[in-house]
């Protein structure tokens, strides 16, 4: 089971944490995910991610702005977002997987086998 909580709405310059609880495997591969409004679940775009190796990767559009982080255990991940656009709202959603060949150093939204419901990110200029 994956879980987001921490959205909401703020103003263009803002900030806003996001949560997500991964429960039942042990994942190799954890990473957030956006579906903007009027897009279809098949152009939801990577955000930022991060693999049992430690690797990090991040969007163009929010490198400097987005931290992704793990907590001790492992299984819960953060997004700090700073600065927030206007074009940041979105659906977010977290997303693990267990198998790092699949998952590990791709976007590609096949290699993602749990997902949670998403927590929506309104930011307002």
């Known amino acids: 089971q994956v879980k987001e909580s921490g959205g909401g709405s703020v103003e263009a310059g803002g900030s806003l944490r996001l949560s997500c609880a991964a429960s039942?495997?042990?994942?190799?591969?954890m990473g957030w995910f956006r579906q903007a409004p009027g897009k279809s679940e098949t152009e939801r775009e990577g955000?930022?991610?991060?693999?049992?190796?430690?690797?990090?990767m991040y969007a163009d559009s929010v490198k400097g702005r987005f931290t992704i982080s793990q907590g001790n255990a492992k299984n819960t991940l953060y997004l700090q977002m700073n600065n927030l656009k206007p074009e940041d709202s979105a659906m977010y959603y977290c997303?693990?997987?267990?198998?790092?060949?699949?998952?590990?150093?791709?976007?590609?939204?096949?290699?993602?086998?749990?997902w949670g419901q998403g927590t929506q990110v309104a930011v307002s200029s």
């Open positions: 997303a693990a997987d267990t198998w790092l060949p699949r998952c590990g150093g791709t976007w590609d939204l096949a290699g993602y086998n749990y």
């Open positions: 039942g495997y042990t994942y190799s591969c």
């Open positions: 955000v930022a991610s991060i693999d049992s190796t430690g690797k990090i």
